[in-house]
């Protein structure tokens, strides 16, 4: 029995099955980023501006990168939480300002600007979680400091989770605290936290924690699955090569 799928091909048994989950992802990936191209359309004419100016996306990240470092470290660790996660938010946005000039045709966007992207993503992601446990800590909040602690380490390993299992040839693009919902919830709680809404800070936080352990299981398995369905499949020079280099990393 064929079933047909939105995606607009009919597959059967257990193809279906992947395929469906495969669709529920893309939905799902679209639900969360429905404002992205709005905020492209927003930030359109500052791109033209840039690339008119001769600045490329790598130049576009740094800058957004370095922002949101010194704004998460110094006013987080002071206490202005609210002026803190407005300034953050904008400098986040300079992650879809890269693409867009990216596109636009500025100099950088490159295999190198996407590498050089993510691997400031996750120092953007550490100085926000860094400056709030500096907060935890001034306010004499161990506990809420190790949460922070544990939300910074988590997140980590989500990220390094897909991205090594990309680099073994498979996918672990699923999890419920991937980089936007974890932005999205942090600075939301530390803005309202600023304004004195109570206890919305450590709820955020807590949520967060349990959200990106989940995160870093439902990849891990994901992982697992796909392995588990190929145990025959001979490692590559390219597997082999891989394998080698984690043997170094631990």
């Known amino acids: 029995m064929f079933t047909k799928y939105p995606c607009g091909g009919y597959h059967k048994g257990g193809e279906a099955k992947k395929v469906l989950r495969r669709v529920m992802a893309y939905d799902r990936t679209a639900m969360l980023k429905l404002l992205r191209p709005v905020m492209t359309r927003i930030l359109t004419p500052l791109g033209r501006a840039l690339v008119g100016r001769g600045i490329g996306p790598n130049a576009v990240t740094a800058v957004g990168t370095l922002g949101t470092v010194v704004s998460a470290l110094l006013f987080f660790p002071l206490g202005l939480l609210t002026a803190g996660a407005l300034v953050i938010t904008v400098f986040v ?53 190790a949460v922070g602690l544990l939300c910074l380490i988590a997140g980590a390993i989500v990220s390094y989770a897909k991205a090594r299992a990309e680099g073994l040839g498979l996918t672990a693009d699923v999890g419920l605290a991937e980089r936007p919902e974890r932005l999205v919830v942090v600075l939301v709680a530390a803005f309202l936290a600023g304004l004195g809404v109570p206890y919305v800070l450590p709820a955020g936080m807590w949520l967060l924690a349990v959200a990106s352990v989940i995160t870093v299981g439902q990849r891990v398995m994901a992982v697992h699955r796909q392995t588990r369905d190929t145990p025959g499949r001979p490692a590559g020079e390219e597997n082999q090569e891989t394998a080698r280099d984690e043997m170094g990393e631990r």
């Open 93 to 145: 946005l300079f992650d879809l300002l890269d693409g867009v000039v990216a596109r636009l045709g500025g100099k950088g966007g490159s295999t190198w600007g996407a590498f050089l992207d993510s691997t400031f993503d996750r120092v953007a992601d550490a100085a926000i979680f860094a400056g709030l446990i500096l907060y935890f800590i001034a306010a004499d909040d161990v506990l809420m400091a």
